[in-house]
């Protein structure tokens, strides 16, 4: 079974850094970007970047650029995103999802979402 | 503000047929795919429509996607409870290069 899994929830303070992760299986986890997706409490989704795990070509969303950084280990088949100081502003759902084919493509595989809170 | 705008609420009674719409630019919906994803509340989004009117497998064949110029459309025919979600278009924009979704439709089924 294809499928992404993702690290449980986080409850940090302002100020300390976060890296959550993305791993998946059932395919050929260099083959396929991973991107990562924003959902804000009770708003909607929005597109943060993607990695494609198989040479770390990475690409962010303008609105995400410098805010946060995507790296990936293909030897575990694992995704992460990280955050070197995070904000209140951060609290949110972050869920990892694979493309079907090319960046441009529906995102037909998620991960179950990681909650990450962050108390200011 | 997104740059895909989609109507923020939706509604039909069982059996009813509901269109959603997606409007964009020439830089995203007028020269890229579109996808539609449904989230069903307090799970991961669902992709519903890839590639403008391509169902994935397993997606009943009520749900349907349409493009048209600079905007798009999804509709739902034989409108069930189940079908109670939020909805989101997506597609590449190529002046921000990334990936652009609308803010979301909430579909009441009343």
């Known amino acids: 079974e294809v499928q992404l899994v993702q690290s449980g929830a986080e409850v940090k303070k302002a100020g300390e850094s976060l890296k959550i992760s993305c791993k998946g299986s059932?395919?050929?986890?260099?083959?396929?970007?991973i991107a990562w997706v924003r959902q804000m409490p009770g708003k909607g989704l929005e597109w943060m970047g993607v990695i494609y795990p198989g040479d770390s070509d990475t690409r962010y969303s303008p609105s995400f650029q410098g805010q946060v950084t995507i790296s990936g280990d293909k030897s575990i088949s694992t995704a992460y995103l990280q955050w070197s100081s995070l904000k209140a502003s951060d609290s949110a759902m972050y869920y990892c999802a694979r493309p079907k084919t090319g960046i441009r493509y529906g995102m037909d595989v998620w991960g179950q979402g990681t909650t990450v809170t962050v108390s200011s | 503000q997104s740059v895909l705008t989609q109507p923020p609420s939706a509604s039909g009674t069982p059996g009813q047929r509901v269109t959603i719409s997606c409007s964009g630019s020439?830089?995203?919906?007028?020269?890229?795919?579109v996808n539609w994803y449904q989230q069903l509340p307090e799970t991961a989004p669902k992709l519903l429509i890839y590639?403008?009117?391509q169902r994935p497998s397993g997606v009943p064949d009520r749900f349907s996607g349409s493009k048209s110029g600079t905007s798009a459309s999804l509709a739902i025919s034989g409108l069930q409870s189940e079908d109670e979600a939020d909805y989101y278009c997506a597609t590449w924009d190529d002046s921000l290069n990334g990936v652009v979704f609308g803010g979301g439709t909430k579909l009441t089924v009343l």
């Open positions: 590639s403008d009117n």
């Open positions: 059932g395919y050929s986890f260099t083959s396929y970007w």
């Open positions: 020439s830089s995203n919906i007028g020269t890229n795919i």
